[in-house]
């Protein structure tokens, strides 16, 4: 097993001894953190991920966003290609839980958009070192979309997440900033 692999491991592992209380709560603060952000504030289209639990609670920063009227816009991944497509999401019953229990957008029921559509990007992870570098969950979906995105980007993370030995790979982009419940992180992405 790779030092990634071991990395992802063991964070899982840490993550899945949350407290029901104590990832709820910090799940909202980091959310409260995200919606003072000018990032946020800002943008009219949001693209983030259909969260997993031990993953930052992102069903309710999409009621958010949904309650600010900005476009939703979450991921449908091309698994041959390990591509992502993002899809605009006006409801929660036009998911359907897919490839390895992910919740994805119906394409039957929703709207393909383009990646310049998407004004902030918000890029999941397992975890992140403060350059903005993040270790995601394995299959490099994001790594390629993040190549020429040009919107702004950012991620979520509980402070277990964070690791000051993350292995960099060249191929790997930073995000911007970091939310967390205690902090927002603004990442130095000059390489």
Known sequence: MGKKQELREDLKCKLQLLKKTEYEQKSLEIARNLFQLEDWRNAQSVGLTISQFPEVDTWQIIRQAWAEEKEVLVPKCKHKKRELEFYKLTSF???????????????????????????????????????GYRLGFGGGYY?????????????????EQ????????????????????????ICDTRK
């Open 93 to 131: 019953e036009q998911l359907e839980n897919v490839y390895i229990h992910l919740f994805e957008p119906m394409p039957s029921k929703t709207v393909l958009v383009k990646k310049e559509q998407i004004e902030l990007l918000i890029v999941p992870g397992i975890a992140f070192n403060t350059q």
């Open 143 to 159: 790594d390629r979309f993040l190549v020429d995105y040009t919107g702004r980007t950012l991620s979520l993370a509980f402070p």
């Open 162 to 185: 964070w690791v000051s030995d993350l292995p960099v790979d060249s191929f790997d982009l930073p995000v911007q900033k970091i939310v967390t419940s205690k902090e927002v992180v």
